[in-house]
């Protein structure tokens, strides 16, 4: 996931310690739209300002750290998506990248379906009125009372993740007088050229059934058996933050193999494959992102192709993905505190959050850019860690970026592309007050997930 690069570039007011890191920008006061949220720009006073929102003046109304989330860019990523697979497919927006009520509601507002994997989730999806039959239930290890909700509910589709699930999903949908649409999850044995920890299709691994060794096969078989199962297909997910279409190419391939497989032993042919998710977003200039549109043609193009090889009638075909329509959309704001440097070794530069708001720095090892937004500077490039306040030294927000060297506390920086698994993995280590989130549109905020307060975290302590 990380990408290499190399010291070089003009001289820096700071040392250059040991480690990877891109040589600093030509202007450090430019948001690269690339990384930036579509409507982020600077204004006269040299701030920067997002949906026509100056942050200087989201930070004194809502405080800091924040997410501020640009609503038009959501809704913009929703529509390439939807328009790029057209209506010969299906989007399933993953809520586990960032899932609120306003969000649901904007997500059926654009016509997308969503993807849950947990009760709360689910409750989430329906509080915020997404019709069940929308909705995708995962989870590799749903509970019975998750199955129930779901079932009882009429969830569109339940994705099958092992042989308990398969006899557990039948005795409800058959307890609740219901014939269930079911997917099959299965492991198509790709190595995803991403994190470890975020790659799902190698077969050393919790999700899914393995097409070797003939395991998904067998659940085909015993899904088929049960009068309260409606197989409707296949469901393959090969990891996240994933750039290079290949390991999508091989998934394709082998689901469509296990589809033909199906139709030569059970005469069927089942009408949907789901590709999962997992399409990279930049998170600094080195990442280079595919467009939803070239994504939409070559995963299709597989899929024909494969299909017609196999004499097999192409299924409707469906993606989930969740990072690519949210991430960009979102940056945190944060106030700069303690600046320290360390002579010959680094300089520290604390924020009021960290790994409670941002956890993917310290678990993945991922990367991301920071820019001072409350002003731009002709200060010198100084390259800087951006650290939070929790008692942890692997609380890192940005592992090496290149700041003005005048930064100062109380300048506001901003770390763009937290709109994905940063409020949806925050915590209250060292009991933090987890920072809300802010839509923005058109000149208007609002919170779309409160700050939480001291009277949130003392009221689940009950001792
Ligand atoms: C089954 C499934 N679908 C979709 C996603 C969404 O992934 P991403 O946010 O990387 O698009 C995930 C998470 O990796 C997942 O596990
Ligand atoms: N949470 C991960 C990705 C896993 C997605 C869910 N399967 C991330 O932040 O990149």
Redesign the pocket.
């Known amino acids: 996931m990380s990408r290499s690069a190399h010291p070089a570039g003009p001289r820096h007011a700071d040392v250059m310690p040991e480690g990877h890191y891109t040589a600093p920008a030509a202007d450090l006061n430019a948001l690269d739209p690339r990384i930036w949220a579509r409507t982020v720009t600077r204004n006269a006073d040299g701030a920067a300002v997002v949906g026509g929102l100056d942050v200087r003046h989201l930070a004194e109304e809502f405080g800091t750290p924040a997410y501020i989330l640009d609503e038009a860019d959501f809704r913009a990523r929703c529509r390439a998506w939807k328009e790029a697979f057209g209506t010969g497919a299906d989007v399933f927006y993953?809520g586990?990248?960032f899932l609120s009520r306003a969000v649901v509601r904007w997500l059926q507002e654009e016509g997308m379906n969503l993807?849950v994997c947990s009760a709360g989730e689910l409750a989430v999806a329906l509080s915020g009125g997404m019709p069940a039959d929308r909705i995708a239930l995962?989870g590799n290890n749903k509970s019975t009372e998750e199955i129930e909700r779901a079932v009882g509910e009429g969830v569109g589709r339940i994705v099958l993740d092992s042989f308990e699930e398969i006899v557990r999903v039948a005795h409800i949908a058959r307890k609740l007088g219901r014939r269930q649409p079911v997917q099959i999850r299965v492991t198509v044995g790709v190595e995803a050229h991403t994190h470890e920890f975020?790659a799902?299709a190698h077969e050393d691994q919790k999700f899914g059934l393995a097409l070797s060794g003939g395991v998904a096969a067998e659940a085909v078989r015993r899904v088929l058996k049960l009068d309260s199962l409606e197989l409707i297909g296949i469901h393959s997910?090969i990891g996240?933050?994933i750039f290079d279409t290949s390991g999508f190419e091989v998934a394709a391939h082998r689901v469509v193999d296990l589809l033909k497989e199906i139709r030569d032993e059970h005469g069927i042919e089942l009408p949907e494959i789901d590709l999962?998710?997992?399409?990279g977003i930049a998170y600094t200039a080195d990442d280079d992102p595919r467009e939803p549109r070239e994504i939409a043609k070559s995963l299709r193009e597989i899929v024909s192709r494969e299909c017609a090889a196999a004499r097999l009638t192409e299924p409707r075909l469906s993606v989930?993905?969740?990072?690519?329509i949210v991430g960009p959309t979102a940056f945190t704001l944060y106030e700069a505190g303690t600046i320290k440097r360390l002579d010959g070794l680094r300089t520290y530069v604390s924020v009021d959050g960290g790994m409670s708001d941002n956890i993917r720095t310290a678990l993945y090892d991922a990367e991301y850019s920071v820019a001072l937004v409350s002003r731009t500077s002709d200060a010198e490039p100084m390259l800087a860690r951006v650290v939070g306040k929790h008692c942890e030294s692997g609380d890192i927000v940005v592992k090496d970026a290149f700041l003005p060297a005048d930064l100062a506390p109380g300048d506001l920086l901003a770390v763009p592309a937290t709109g994905?698994y940063c409020r949806s993995m925050a915590s209250n280590y060292n009991h933090a007050l987890r920072p809300p989130v802010v839509a923005v549109r058109d000149g208007e905020a609002k919170v779309i997930v409160r700050r939480e307060t001291e009277d949130d975290l003392l009221r689940l302590d009950v001792g």
């Open positions: 993953a586990k990248a993807d995962h975020i799902t997910h996240s933050q999962g998710g997992g399409l989930e993905p969740g990072r690519a994905a």
